[in-house]
């Protein structure tokens, strides 16, 4: 199957610095990819949808300037936590829709793990 | 919110029974997902089903879908340790974005 590849896997960084967060689609272009933030034994939230050569888009409620998304080529995708504070502390993760699957099946990363001290 | 609903929140059985959890969404769909996450990983893909199947099965698993009710359910038959993990449905409407439910968090002891 299409493989996502996400790092980094985890990174704990100082309060008021910015965090980039990469996503790629190793065997596949991905014109659109996903980000999603999971808080400990809750759901995915779906943060905002990057789309390759154009802007985000941002779910209701998603801070564009705090999250800071670029969509540069048809195979990565980058998450920029800006000034991170501890709220922003939580389990990341990026998806992709496979190239064959014209129902949409998602292909997901493996997460990164964001602490902020 | 448009996140669906999944019951139970949290499941524990026997290895070798069957594990049935059930997802709850609010808008019509195009399809129904089913994914597993082990604990700190990303998603697996498990199984798809269009909103004009009722039911499709992929070796142990099980799915099934009513529109008409806005409900979907996954079996997972002879359950062994192995499929602990937290189970996700997700729906797509037709703007390619996935709206995950709530998960139901499976354990199964050996």
């Known amino acids: 199957g299409a493989v996502v590849s996400q790092h980094p896997s985890w990174v704990i960084c100082k309060s008021g610095t910015s965090v980039k967060i990469e996503c790629r689609s190793l065997?596949?272009?991905?014109?659109?990819m996903f980000w999603y933030r999971q808080f400990p034994k809750q759901s995915l939230m779906l943060m905002a949808t990057s789309n390759e050569g154009s802007k985000a888009t941002y779910e209701q409620g998603v801070e564009k300037d705090k999250f800071l998304i670029n969509h540069a080529s048809l195979t990565l995708s980058t998450l920029t936590v800006t000034s991170a504070h501890p709220e922003d502390s939580s389990f990341y993760i990026c998806s992709a829709r496979g190239p064959t699957s014209a129902a949409g099946e998602l292909f997901f990363g493996e997460g990164s793990r964001l602490t902020v001290l | 919110s448009q996140q669906g609903e999944e019951d139970p929140q949290a499941l524990s059985i026997q290895e070798g029974e069957n594990a049935t959890m059930n997802c709850s969404y609010k808008?019509?769909?195009?399809?129904l997902q089913w994914y597993r996450q082990n604990s700190g990983r990303g998603l697996v893909h498990l199984i798809l089903?269009?909103?004009?199947?009722r039911e499709k099965h992929s070796g142990r698993l099980r799915v099934t879908l009513d529109t008409s009710k806005k409900s979907s359910s996954l079996l997972i038959t002879a359950s062994r340790a192995a499929d602990t993990a937290s189970y996700f449905c997700a729906t797509e409407s037709g703007t390619y974005k996935y709206i995950f439910g709530t998960g139901t968090r499976l354990k199964v002891l050996a």
């Open positions: 065997d596949f272009q991905a014109t659109t």
């Open positions: 089903i269009r909103s004009n199947e």
């Open positions: 808008t019509s769909i195009n399809n």
